[in-house]
Nanobody
Framework: QVRLDESGGGLVQAGESLRLSCASS????????MAWYRQAPGKQRELVAT???????NYADSVKGRFTISRDSAENTVYLQMNSLKPGDTAVYYCNAGVLTPRLTNLEVWGQGTRVTVSS
């Protein structure tokens, strides 16, 4: 069993910052690419940012220059620093990871989501 547990969401005003965290736990041999997705009310889930095992990052155009993804590979944890937040960033944010288990099974794992609300 592998879990991803997000934290750090909340209610902020436009222009403020939040830092999301996502910790992995369970039967893990290796965590590969980690990512953050978000889903706004009435919209499809969209990719926000990804980070590979060697630290290569990729961002959605809408968050470039404002959000930063990082990871602590020793702790199998990924972070999302969100600055200059806008009301359009309001969504439930989900952590995602590719995991290799000790039985050499590849899993795609999702967290339960953490809500971010940005007021104008």
């Amino acid at each position: 069993q592998v879990r991803l547990d997000e934290s750090g969401g909340g209610l902020v005003q436009a222009g403020e910052s939040l830092r999301l965290s996502c910790a992995s736990s369970g039967s893990i041999l290796r965590v590969d690419t980690m990512a953050w997705y978000r889903q706004a009310p009435g919209k499809q889930r969209e990719l926000v940012a990804t980070i590979t095992t060697n630290g290569r990052t990729n961002y959605a155009d809408s968050v470039k220059g404002r959000f930063t993804i990082s990871r602590d590979s020793a702790e199998n944890t990924v972070y999302l620093q969100m600055n200059s937040l806008k009301p359009g960033d309001t969504a439930v944010y989900y952590c995602n990871a590719g995991v290799l288990t000790p039985r050499l099974t590849n899993l795609e794992v999702w967290g339960q989501g953490t809500r971010v609300t940005v007021s104008s």
